[in-house]
């Protein structure tokens, strides 16, 4: 009998998964670091706020 064969598109989608996390952490890693190197901060007003909060739940501006 013959076997079946295993499908490869999980483990290459999990791969994908992983390494895009680990860039997205490796990013934030970064850009604290550099952050907290130059004394960056940024206060954000009211306005900022509610727009940056808008824009990530997908509504219009």
Do not use: H, Q, W
Request: proline residues 2%; positive net charge.
């Amino acid at each position: 009998m013959a076997e079946n064969g295993k499908s490869m598109v999980l483990p290459v989608v999990l791969a994908a998964v992983a390494a895009g996390v680990g860039r997205a952490v490796f990013l934030r890693i970064m850009a604290e670091r550099a952050a907290r190197e130059n004394r960056i901060t940024v206060t954000l007003d009211e306005s900022t706020r509610a727009r940056i909060s808008e824009a990530l739940r997908g509504t219009k501006l």
